[in-house]
Nanobody
Framework: QLQAFGGGLVQAGGSLRLSCLAS????????MGWFRQTPGEEREFVAG????????LYEDSVRGRFTVSRDNAKNTVSLQMNSSKPEDTAVYCC?????????????????WGRGTLVTVSS
């Protein structure tokens, strides 16, 4: 089970930190990804972290503004959102996958958590 939390309302240029707590999976062996979705759109990859705590991958529009991190001892993966923009407004959710690299495609992720809403006001 994955549960994302930390969403809320933030002004453009502000910061927000999302976290995802995992249970029931071997967290340290999973690639963890953050995705976001707006109404009527497909889920979009945002950022991810390999299971060996070694590699990260970011979607182009968030690179340099968002930072993904994970704590295998606490079974958590976090997404630090800085310099937020109105276009970052979405429901953010975390997902877990088995593999050796960060996947940007949703089909590789077998575990999904309920999302948390982030609203960035202009």
């Amino acid at each position: 089970q994955l549960q994302a939390f930390g969403g809320g309302l933030v002004q453009a240029g502000g910061s927000l930190r999302l976290s995802c707590l995992a249970s029931g999976i071997t967290f340290s062996r999973n690639v963890m990804g953050w995705f976001r979705q707006t109404p009527g759109e497909e889920r979009e990859f945002v950022a991810g972290f390999t299971s060996d705590v070694g590699s990260t991958l970011y979607e182009d529009s968030v690179r340099g503004r968002f930072t993904v991190s994970r704590d295998n001892a606490k079974n958590t993966v976090s997404l630090q959102m800085n310099s937020s923009k109105p276009e970052d407004t979405a429901v953010y959710c975390c997902a877990a996958a088995y593999g050796s690299r960060v996947f940007t495609e949703t089909r590789y992720y077998g575990f999904w958590g309920r999302g948390t809403l982030v609203t960035v006001s202009s």
